[in-house]
């Protein structure tokens, strides 16, 4: 059953309807459609969980101040500009259980809303006026786009490596989501130490939670997860649970299989009969466990803090990316 998120941690809405709030006054574009597209990709189920890392992360060292919640959008903002590009990049017709923004006004407004968005948050950062926290954001989004890469260039290729793989579920996912909770501690005059520690919870936390998402790729439905169940592998991304299944077949059956998927020869019938192969094997339990211990390993770069509100509710999000069922 979806955790209810607002019952997650003490004052989970009150961050969220202040994170709203600043998402819609910080975007103002001239041109209508922009301003379209940019609600129409943020009012999805989105639960803006990189503003919150930023936003817990200040309180955690002591930054309380109100702009906070400003500069929090910058995460939010190159999140959803990133799931706009995905989107076109990966033919999906859903996001967030709406038909995707490239389904509803074409690839290319869909690519400039992304872009639009990018560049809000750019403009963002530099209000900050502090060049390690712009630098963090940069070369998080270098890498970002560079993770992205990597996907593709391993498209259906299923002897890709489980340490590949990490690598482009790090750069895609896990970096953003720790740089938003680096920044909370670089914008707040954290020492270095708790800096790095910050940089490291959100990056176990962001690979647990890419684990989690490819898992629920193959053992959700589509209604609870709000995109199709064995989408991964209809557009050629190779994840860790077909990694661990196919460390199971035969190297026969897993050379047959790579000849369908790398000849896009591979039928409705082959998919789906691989979806059932990786739900029928141990990879289920053994990728439950790995995104599990990426989680431990997040909570525990939070032991040096003192406890408060804010590292409780960081802890929770770091409870409910590994429970969450969508
Ligand atoms: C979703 O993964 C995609 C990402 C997390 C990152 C996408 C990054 C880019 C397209 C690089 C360009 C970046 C910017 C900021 C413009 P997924 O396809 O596995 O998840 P999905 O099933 O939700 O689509
Ligand atoms: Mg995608």
Redesign the pocket.
């Known amino acids: 059953m979806t955790i209810p998120l607002e019952n997650l941690f003490e004052d989970y809405k009150r961050h969220v309807a202040k994170i709203n709030a600043a998402l819609n006054a910080n975007l103002s574009p001239c041109i209508p459609l922009v301003k379209k597209i940019g609600d129409y990709i943020l009012q999805g189920e989105g639960k803006r969980l990189r503003p919150l890392f930023f936003v817990l992360s200040c309180g955690l060292c002591n930054y309380t101040k109100a702009d906070i919640y400003h500069l929090s959008t910058i995460f939010e903002y ?1 999140h959803v ?3 706009l ?3 076109v ?2 033919n ?1 017709e859903l ?1 967030r259980k709406k038909p995707s923004a490239n389904m509803t006004w074409g690839n290319h407004f869909a690519i400039l809303g ?2 639009f968005l ?1 560049a809000r948050a750019y403009e963002i950062a530099i209000t900050s006026n502090n060049m390690a926290f712009v630098h963090n954001i940069t070369h998080t ?1 270098s890498r ?2 560079e ?2 890469f990597r996907e593709l260039l391993y498209s259906n290729n299923l002897n890709i490596s489980k340490e590949a793989y990490l690598d482009i579920i790090t750069g ?2 896990a970096l953003l989501m720790s740089c938003a909770c680096a920044c909370g501690g670089i914008v707040s005059g954290a020492e270095d130490e708790h800096i790095r520690l910050l940089g490291q919870f959100g990056l176990n936390m962001g690979i647990a939670f890419q684990l989690i ?1 490819d898992l629920l ?1 193959y053992t959700s439905s589509e209604e609870a997860f709000g ?1 199709p169940v064995g ?2 592998i209809r ?1 050629g ?1 190779i994840t860790l649970p077909l990694i661990y299944a196919l460390s199971e077949q035969d190297s026969c059956e897993k050379n047959r299989l790579g000849d369908l998927l790398k000849n896009n020869r591979a039928s409705e019938d082959d998919y789906r009969r691989l979806v059932l192969t990786v739900r029928n094997s141990k990879a289920i339990d053994k990728v439950r466990q790995e995104a599990i211990s990426f989680a431990d390993r997040a909570g525990r770069c939070l032991d040096s803090f003192a406890d408060s509100p804010y590292k409780q509710g960081l802890l929770a999000l770091n409870r409910y990316v590994i429970q969450r069922t969508n």
């Open positions: 190159i500009a990133s799931l590009h995905d989107d990049l990966d999906s996001r992304g872009d990018c989004l970002l786009v993770g992205q895609k996912t998402d790729d995109k989408k991964d557009e991304k």
